[in-house]
T-cell receptor
Framework: ETGVTQSPTHLIKTRGQQVTLRCSSQ?????VSWYQQALGQGPQFIFQ???????GRGNFPPRFSGLQFPNYSSELNVNALELDDSALYLC??????????FGEGSRLTVL | GQNIDQPTEMTATEGAIVQINCTYQ??????LFWYQQHAGEAPTFLSY????GLEEKGRFSSFLSRSKGYSYLLLKELQMKDSASYLC??????????????FGRGTSLIVHP
């Protein structure tokens, strides 16, 4: 039990729609990272939030955006969904860049 | 940027020893992690190396050579439940001072009787 929870666990959207994924970090963790994992691939870094500020971003377009709230929970928003956005989206919390604790992920299917 | 390379797939026999290699190129190395991921589940932490040498934790050991950009994960006394994907992740100091772990594509280990 890592303490990191994500919702929803599964969802289906159509191309062009928008999606919001949510993550509650482990108690005491102030850093949240989001990763996209396609089937058979390793997790790809999207962005990281520390104390409500984005402090690192991977090679993802601006239609991928996020928020971190005062209780350190976080959201990932994706606009104008494309078929290639179909993937498992993993949230991981940590304490100031230490070991990552992952949630079970949100599996997004874009039709 | 970073370049992390690990084999795509390995097979081994129950009870045997297997070594999974990871090579990397990075500009601001700040540690290397190994994670285990069973199919359909979240990755779970196995080990962390920041200094050269071997870290042992039960049946699992991890080795790091920073000068060679090389790490390996050693699994002893393999069990069927060790069948999983093993992810090598390098933590790099990014602009702005944050630490960002970047993952390789993972090595799928199949343990057979």
């Amino acid at each position: 039990e890592t303490g990191v929870t994500q919702s929803p666990t599964h969802l289906i959207k159509t191309r062009g729609q928008q999606v919001t994924l949510r993550c509650s970090s482990q108690s005491g963790h102030n850093t949240v990272s989001w990763y996209q994992q396609a089937l058979g691939q390793g997790p790809q870094f999207i962005f990281q939030y520390y104390r409500e500020e984005e402090n690192g971003r991977g090679n993802f377009p601006p239609r991928f955006s996020g928020l971190q709230f005062p209780n350190y929970s976080s959201e990932l928003n994706v606009n104008a969904l494309e078929l290639d956005d179909s993937a498992l989206y993993l949230c991981a919390s940590s304490l100031a860049g230490g070991e990552l604790f992952f949630g079970e992920g949100s599996r997004l299917t874009v039709l | 940027g970073q370049n992390i390379d690990q084999p795509t797939e390995m097979t081994a026999t129950e009870g045997a020893i297997v070594q999974i290699n990871c090579t990397y190129q990075t500009s601001g190395f700040n540690g290397l992690f190994w994670y285990q991921q069973h199919a359909g589940e979240a990755p779970t932490f196995l080990s962390y190396n920041v200094l050269d040498g071997l870290e042992e934790k039960g049946r699992f050991s991890s080795f790091l050579s920073r000068s060679k950009g090389y790490s390996y994960l050693l699994l002893k006394e393999l069990q069927m439940k060790d069948s999983a994907s093993y992810l090598c992740a390098v933590r790099d100091r990014a602009s702005g001072g944050s630490y960002i772990p970047t993952f390789g594509r993972g090595t799928s280990l199949i343990v057979h009787p």
